[in-house]
């Protein structure tokens, strides 16, 4: 049964590796529903977070692949229950939708959303929140106006402490027992 799973890369921050795990991917007809990457918590170490949906076979060859590339130090998956993740998404909107009654300030309080900037033309509405979340004040401004919508990937951190740091602690105890 497929379902959605979050990868975790941690890797060296080299041009050409996200080239090559995206294809690790793609080549076996799967689906990136989100890519973020940034620093991660430990200098020098970079996190990408990948979010795809596939069945518990397919997500450990995934991972099997994935750390047999030279720049990746670990990989990782966690399903929904194991993290915690949003994303962030962006609305512009008419300056006079908020001139002609209080609907889009409504529609931006129900939503816990907050505005962003105002500028002559356009107010940029900001939203923070599960997939869900993000989608459905999407909708609701439709029926207002939307000139422009743009929403991130998937932002997870691991409820359970970070498996990177045991693995490397085991690494360091290995060397010095060698």
Known sequence: MEKEYTLTVFCENKTGLMARIVSIITRRHINIESFTASESSIKG???FTIMVVV????VRKLITQIEKQVDVLKAFYYDNSEIIYQEIALYK???ELFFGGDKVETLVRKHNARILSIEKDYIVIEKTGHP?????????LHSVGVYEFVRSGRVAIVKPMERLNTYLKSIKKLETIS
């Open 45 to 47: 170490i970079f996190r």
């Open 55 to 58: 069945n518990d076979e397919q």
């Open 93 to 95: 909107v008419s300056p």
């Open 132 to 140: 869900d979340d993000t989608k459905a004040l999407l909708n609701e």
